[in-house]
């Protein structure tokens, strides 16, 4: 039985080759056997085995030449799809650090949709598409060609707006990270057979001999099953994810087919627009991804961000000092779980990545589930640092950033005097404003005795501070 690993969507030399989502896929020379040396074809998956890898991702948003589009755009639409793509790819220890976005006005490629002509584009202006996986999307509603289609082992991808939340975001990646489709090649004779006997040699002197050739044809994985691709036209039903009538390969072997293969993510949809069926990936699909990773650093070092990087927010500042906050506070990317949990002492700035030497406490001021909608709620609460549920090398803390600052002023608060000088019911309280409590003669102006200074903030927090008065304080 295969093991299925569920993908809940809340949704060496390399060449470069197109993928495209329509009935005949564009493979130009990726069909057949990979290069040698770097893929083990093992069909197990031990997360434990590959250390963290954080992918840059930026994308290029195709308007016309008034910034106008057919399928609105915004940040939080591509937000979404990043959040997708991490909740699918975090379980390979495989995440994506969200860099960006940026418009691009230009009637010609709003209406030619090429990839090429993208990259041409981005080129001849000098934007730099180096250092991240870039997604274009075009917001034009009208094409009637493939859902996207993407770069083989490669850092670019093109989306049609519309197509960009649904599974069509993480099979492009899916492809940048050497996936292939599951169908590949299922038309023609030198089709990937239905067997996975690796004890079935070919017999050459059998031009029908139904030989196990799972690592050398269709998409060299064992197992995901020979298939074809699961569209109305070969009788795929999308109310239930299966076959009304089951398939065969080029020689006739009907389909052996179990449910990893039928909802795979690298197989398609038509409408393209259905977000049904594609969910799953399988544990020898997970091993090529990352042996594609560490195969072709060329390709994939040059887009590599660090952990550290997801701690970082997409946007705004923090807040350091003076009497007026940023405008616009940090925001972090949806797509992770995150605890804020309580830390000290007095770091009016993040602390850096690496300085584990705050304390902190189990007690989260904030939690923000992955599958979190609201996005501007995924902020950085000051008092709390940081915990991602990111397992780190040799176990180290995963609890960093710490932020706390007390250089605003407080609202309000009050002054709480124990009349005998304990720490008992027997007290006198004084409420104080803004101005009252934040009046640098405060203490001063007190009588001798024992109290306790509470201040209160805009952002939920309170100070507490015992002091004793005495004659000379």
Known sequence: ??????????????????????????????????????????????????????????YWVIRRDDGTTDFPIDENYILEAVANLNITFNELNVFFKYKGFENL????????????????????????????????VNGNMYYQGGGGFADYIGNFNYMYAEYLTIYQMQHEIGHNLG??????????????????????????????DTYFNATTAGDNVVDTAAINSTVPGHDFNYSNCTYDINGSDCQDTPFDLNQVDLEN??????????????????????????????????????????????????????YLAGPLLPEHRPLFQPGFNYRFVECCCNYPQPTDFNNTSFSYTNNAILTISKFETDYNSIMHPNH?????????????????????????AALGGSVTKFNDNLINTNITITPKDSLGINNPNLINGLQQGLYKIEKN???GSSQETIIFKGNNN
């Open 1 to 58: 039985m295969k093991k299925i690993i569920f993908l809940l969507l809340f949704i060496a030399t390399n060449s470069f080759v197109i993928f495209a989502q329509s009935l005949e896929c564009i493979t130009d020379g990726n069909d057949g056997p990979d290069p040698p040396g770097i893929y083990t074809y093992s069909t197990a998956f031990n997360e434990d085995l590959y250390a963290p890898v954080v992918f840059n991702i930026f």
């Open 105 to 136: 006005d230009n009637d010609d490629l709003y209406a030619t949709i090429s990839l090429s002509d993208a990259k041409t584009y981005l080129s001849d202006n000098n934007y730099n598409t180096d250092n991240s996986l870039n997604v274009v």
């Open 179 to 208: 996936l292939k489709h599951t169908f590949q090649d299922y038309g023609n004779s030198a089709c990937e057979h239905v067997t996975r006997d690796p004890n079935d040699i070919d017999d050459p002197n059998d031009p029908y």
């Open 265 to 318: 993510l690298m197989n398609i949809n038509i409408p393209r627009d259905l977000n049904l069926c594609r969910i799953l990936m399988t544990p020898g699909q997970m091993v090529r991804i990352r042996e594609t990773i560490e195969g072709y650093p060329n390709v994939f070092t040059l887009v590599s961000g660090t952990i550290a990087d997801l701690y970082e927010p997409y946007s705004g500042e923090y």
């Open 384 to 408: 709390s640092a940081i915990q991602l549920d990111i397992e780190f090398p040799n176990n180290e803390q995963n609890v960093r950033k710490c932020y706390d600052n007390w250089n605003k």
């Open 457 to 459: 903030f805009d952002d």
